[in-house]
T-cell receptor, first 109, second 116 residues
Framework: AQRVTQPEKLLSVFKGAPVELKCNYSYSGSPELFWYVQYSRQRLQLLLR??SRESIKGFTADLNKGETSFHLKKPFAQEEDSAMYYCALCYSSASKIIFGSGTRLSIRP | DVKVTQSSRYLVKRTGEKVFLECVQDMDHENMFWYRQDPGLGLRLIYF???????EKGDIPEGYSVSREKKERFSLILESASTNQTSMYLC???????????????FGNGTRLTVT
């Protein structure tokens, strides 16, 4: 069955330190993966998607099909990065999207 | 900018009541979704719809039904509310294009439902 796993419920790092939020997926076909972010008191919104291969707010994520991973990385964390991050997998032509359990990122000053 | 509007921000209902959660999007999106968001469990897909009057079950459809009579509106119905349906409910929409088969989701602000 299709599944998205985010092993860390909470990740706390100091400002300026590197950040890596882990995401692993299980899907036998060709996956399409996303990272969504929810800042305090805001709606959930798209951060980035693997097919775009872009950097958003300094974050990047590379799809590793061998390890079935899509980890989110940022070299230097900023306080405004504190938020809830969800990894998501889209796996059907009808755009069915499932999410991981989320990781709360807390950036300490 | 896409706007997905959920009719209620907070809702308190009694066990056994029939509950309607309404969602409207203004960008002519084909796909609409209902998720529930619970701490430690993330977002779980309840139902989704890829066209008017079309629906598919998600991962946790039990106790819920949906209605999509018009393209812009997707309703989630709790036939007989129970306390374990206390949760944050999120509606989302997305479009299908020729280039992007799976476009990103646009979310509403959510409805926090409490069943007592």
């Amino acid at each position: 069955a299709q599944r998205v796993t985010q092993p860390e419920k909470l990740l706390s790092v100091f400002k300026g330190a590197p950040v890596e939020l882990k995401c692993n997926y299980s899907y036998s076909g060709s996956p399409e993966l996303f990272w969504y972010v929810q800042y305090s008191r805001q709606r959930l919104q798209l951060l980035l998607r693997h097919i775009s291969r872009e950097s958003i707010k300094g974050f990047t994520a590379d799809l590793n099909k061998g390890e079935t991973s899509f980890h989110l990385k940022k070299p230097f964390a900023q306080e405004e990065d504190s938020a809830m991050y969800y990894c998501a997998l889209c796996y059907s032509s009808a755009s069915k999207i499932i999410f991981g359990s989320g990781t709360r990122l807390s950036i300490r000053p | 900018d896409v706007k997905v509007t959920q009719s209620s921000r907070y809702l308190v209902k009694r066990t056994g009541e029939k509950v309607f959660l309404e969602c409207v999007q203004d960008m002519d999106h084909e796909n609409m979704f209902w998720y529930r968001q619970d701490p430690g469990l993330g977002l779980r897909l309840i139902y989704f719809s890829y066209d008017v009057k079309m629906k598919e079950k998600g991962d946790i459809p039990e106790g819920y039904s949906v209605s999509r009579e018009k393209k812009e509106r997707f309703s989630l119905i709790l036939e007989s509310a129970s306390t374990n349906q206390t949760s944050m409910y999120l509606c989302a929409s997305s479009r299908i294009t020729v280039v992007e088969v799976n476009s990103p989701l646009h979310f509403g602000n959510g409805t926090r439902l409490t069943v007592t």
